[in-house]
């Protein structure tokens, strides 16, 4: 029987717990934990592969201002930094945990409109997190935006919405082969068309909106959003939050969300179903199989 297809999104927060050090070795501990999942899946499923690079990403421009002969990178090339980076890391994970499976990292660009309202208004959360004084300081001295990510606070940096996957044909000729593909990871490095040629632009997309905009591409048959939190909750972090176990998006519209958090994950969410998706699961790394049975996290679906 042909496998059906899930696009799976995996947080760079997933990848590398809150608070803990920007570490290799640390990356590479989470990163096997995650490709047993991924493994796990892949055996009942297509999987497509999209990761998370926020605080990877927040990393390199950290390390870019430290050395002074040469201007800082630009967030488009350290995007792509980050996909070979992490693209290795889980490719040679799930290798070896399915040695008779082919894996294949595509790098990928994603087109955005550079008249987006994002650019405006930056909300994606990239490198670690400050307490409040410190995040003042690091925001006067490099003329960041920083706002409040939980009780920390994070760099922000506009997050357009994605357009359009450069190497699409590439991505479906490998799904077709059974490859499972990690591609668009950090949401795809941002691209605009000028005069009629492809040029990076200064932001980082949201990667589940990508996640979304590719599962929709694909056609395929679930979207799986893996994070830190085991389901969707209302009243997060109150004494009476609640998960939600099953619903739909006219329901979760009736809710405001954490903008740089749940919100973009509720969000693509939506988008995806309101679109043809069938179903998105939203969960804990750990019980990815069990989301898409519906036996954990939150099971989001059509009315």
């Not at 997933?14 to 892949?42: H, S, V, Y």
């Not at 870019?64 to 040679?92: A, C, F, H, R, W």
């Not at 590439?170 to 005069?195: D, F, R, S, W």
Request: proline share 6%.
């Amino acid at each position: 029987m042909t496998k059906q297809t899930v696009v799976v999104a995996l947080g760079g927060n997933a990848l590398l717990r809150r608070g803990e050090p920007l570490e290799a070795d640390i990356q590479r501990q989470n990163i096997a934990k995650a490709a047993k999942t991924i493994a796990e899946i892949g055996k009942e499923y297509n999987v497509v592969l999209v990761h998370g690079n926020g605080p990877q990403v927040g990393l390199l421009a950290l390390q870019g201002l430290e050395y002074k002969k040469v201007n800082p990178y630009p967030l488009d090339v350290l995007g792509s930094e980050t996909q070979g980076m992490i693209g290795y890391m889980l490719m040679q994970e799930l290798k070896n945990l399915l040695p008779e499976q082919d894996v294949s990292c595509m790098l990928t660009q994603m087109t955005v409109d550079p008249n987006d309202p994002a650019f405006a208004d930056p909300t994606k959360p990239i490198g670690p997190v400050y307490e409040e004084a410190e995040a003042r300081e690091m925001a006067e001295k490099y003329h960041w935006t920083v706002k409040p990510d939980g009780q920390y606070f994070r760099r922000v940096v506009p997050s357009p919405l994605p357009t359009g996957i450069v190497e699409s044909d590439a991505i479906t000729a490998l799904i077709k082969q059974e490859h499972l593909v990690i591609c668009t990871g950090g949401g795809g490095i941002p691209v605009k068309k000028e005069n009629g040629k492809l040029v990076g632009v200064e932001a980082v997309i949201d990667k589940d909106m990508s996640a979304a905009y590719l599962a929709q591409q694909l056609d395929a048959d679930a979207l799986l959003i893996l994070t830190d939190a085991d389901a969707v909750y209302l009243d997060w972090g109150k004494p009476t939050q609640k998960a939600l176990r099953s619903t739909n998006p006219r329901e979760l519209a009736q809710y405001a969300f954490d903008a740089g958090s749940m919100g973009p994950k509720i969000d693509a969410s939506c988008e995806f179903i309101n679109k043809g998706g069938k179903l998105v699961g939203i969960g804990a790394l750990e019980d990815g199989l069990a989301i898409l049975k519906g036996e954990a996290g939150t099971n989001i679906i059509a009315e």
